[in-house]
């Protein structure tokens, strides 16, 4: 696609519910990015992927967190038995090449919100 | 630890006026800075990078290191200015970016 594209757009799950936020990056490009932004503040860094490995999840705030992009193309952040401070917007972005250095190109982002 | 302090959260300027978004980091060693932008309804985009000293839009950024700044400037506002900016920084090394909490410019007519 021209784009990043994220699944869905918004999601509503009730606490204790497990949720899975799909990313679609554009095609060829190598390094894949999970942010979260909660309201009134910057994207913060989740994890990163450099085809389908995995290199940076320094970010994730608990192990209810985990992300996949087993073919090195569509991402999949799953979040277990949801909490309401989980609540946020989560970021996708993809760069054609390793490192920051050329930008990023996010997504819409998929805003969850836990009842 | 890296970090990005954009002290603003709402800057409001007439059009026509000039703009400064101020952003400080701390970081050792040799970041790459960079400014984001998010129109209403828009997706997060990268703005400009201080590596490529360009300008876009009208607005420029340099790189201070003896102040660790990298203030956003232009210097006549425009209405479709009027955005969330985010300054951010990637260390040597690391991929991710650290990003500010944004500042809100709003231009008024």
Same mark, same amino acid.
């Given at each position: 696609g021209a784009g990043v594209s994220q699944s869905p757009r918004y999601k509503v799950a009730k606490r204790g519910q497990d949720v899975a936020l799909r990313c679609d990056p554009i095609s060829g490009h190598v390094s894949l990015f999970w942010y979260q932004q909660a309201l009134g503040q910057g994207p913060e860094f989740l994890t990163y992927f450099q085809n389908e490995a995995q290199l940076d999840k320094s970010g994730l705030p608990s192990d209810r967190f985990f992300a996949e992009r087993p073919e090195g193309s569509v991402s999949t952040l799953k979040i277990q038995r949801t909490q309401q401070e989980d609540s946020a917007v989560y970021l996708c972005?993809?760069?054609?090449?390793?490192?920051?250095s050329l930008g990023y190109t996010f997504g819409s982002g998929t805003r969850l919100t836990v009842v | 630890a890296q970090r990005v302090?954009? %002290?603003?959260?709402l800057l409001s300027v007439f059009k026509g006026a000039p703009v400064e978004l101020k952003c400080n980091y701390s970081y050792s060693g040799? %970041?790459?800075?960079?400014?984001?932008?998010q129109y209403s309804r828009q997706r997060l985009q990268l703005l400009l990078r201080h590596i490529s000293r360009e300008s876009i839009k009208g607005f420029t950024a340099d790189l201070n290191k003896g102040e660790t700044s990298f203030h956003l400037k232009k210097p006549f506002a425009q209405e479709e200015d009027s955005a969330m900016y985010y300054c951010a920084l990637s260390g040597t090394g690391r991929r991710a970016l650290t990003f500010?909490?944004?500042?809100r410019l709003q231009v008024q007519p």
């Open positions: 972005a993809s760069s054609l090449k390793q490192g920051a | 302090t954009q %002290p603003e959260k040799s %970041p790459e800075l960079f400014w984001y932008v500010g909490s944004g500042t």
